[in-house]
Antibody, heavy 122, light 110 residues
Framework: EVQLEESGGGLVQPGGSLRLSCAVSPFTANTDYVNWVRQAPGKGLEWVAVIYHDATTYYADSVKARFTVSRDTSKNTVYLQMNRVRAEDTALYYC????????????????WGRGALVTVSS | QSALTQPASVSGSPGQSITISCFGTSRDIGSYQYVSWYQQHPGKAPKLILFDVNNRPSGVSNRFSGSKSGNTASLTISGLQAEDEADYYCVSYTMRYTYVFGSGTKVAVV
């Protein structure tokens, strides 16, 4: 069974940095891709970023140039480095595996972690 | 990247059918068959219920079905059950290689 587990959440001051981790099991480096999705308290879901099997990355406009997604295939782990955080970045951050049909990305999210809470406050 | 537009709430009686619309643009829903739907119960992670407009993952009830026309996607829940009470979100892949979620719809079984 596919499992994703986020870690690294916590309280961070505005303008500060935090790194979230997402452990993926099992992880197939040459096909799997992983997304980050966040949900502010009482609000809807917002897509944040994706890293594809070839390490290509894309970001939502709201986090571009502040957040960076990366991966360590030897550790089956994907990271979300959050810099220059703002109050509006306060949310539960989920990592979600990208869906494949056979071995091709079909751009959906088939397995989700339980989320890591990030609170930006002074 | 504005969110796709969904009705804030939809309600129905047990056994009825309801439809949730998801309005996008030619840059997302209108350009791809990559529309998916997610169900989220309170305090839980979202769960995939449809992908590629109208494909169900293994284990998802056939009471869930989807369609797409132009820039609009729809989710229909037939034979509404109490357990269907949840929030529902549509998602589309976009021409900017990103993804956009819908604003979310709260389904009430009354």
């Amino acid at each position: 069974e596919v499992q994703l587990e986020e870690s690294g959440g916590g309280l961070v001051q505005p303008g500060g940095s935090l790194r979230l981790s997402c452990a993926v099991s099992p992880f197939t480096a040459n096909t799997d891709y992983v997304n980050w999705v966040r949900q502010a308290p009482g609000k809807g879901l917002e897509w944040v970023a994706v890293i594809y099997h070839d390490a290509t990355t894309y970001y939502a406009d709201s986090v571009k140039a502040r957040f960076t997604v990366s991966r360590d295939t030897s550790k089956n782990t994907v990271y979300l480095q959050m810099n220059r955080v703002r109050a509006e970045d306060t949310a539960l951050y989920y990592c979600a595996r990208g869906g494949l049909v056979v071995t091709e990305p079909h751009y959906f999210f088939d397995y989700w972690g339980r989320g890591a809470l990030v609170t930006v406050s002074s | 990247q504005s969110a796709l537009t969904q009705p804030a709430s939809v309600s129905g009686s047990p056994g009825q059918s309801i439809t949730i619309s998801c309005f996008g643009t030619s840059r997302d829903i209108g350009s791809y068959q990559y529309v998916s739907w997610y169900q989220q119960h309170p305090g839980k992670a979202p769960k995939l219920i449809l992908f590629d407009v109208n494909n169900r993952p293994s284990g998802v009830s056939n009471r869930f079905s989807g369609s797409k026309s132009g820039n609009t996607a729809s989710l229909t829940i037939s034979g509404l059950q109490a357990e269907d009470e949840a929030d529902y979100y549509c998602v589309s892949y976009t021409m900017r290689y990103t993804y956009v979620f819908g604003s979310g719809t709260k389904v009430a079984v009354v």
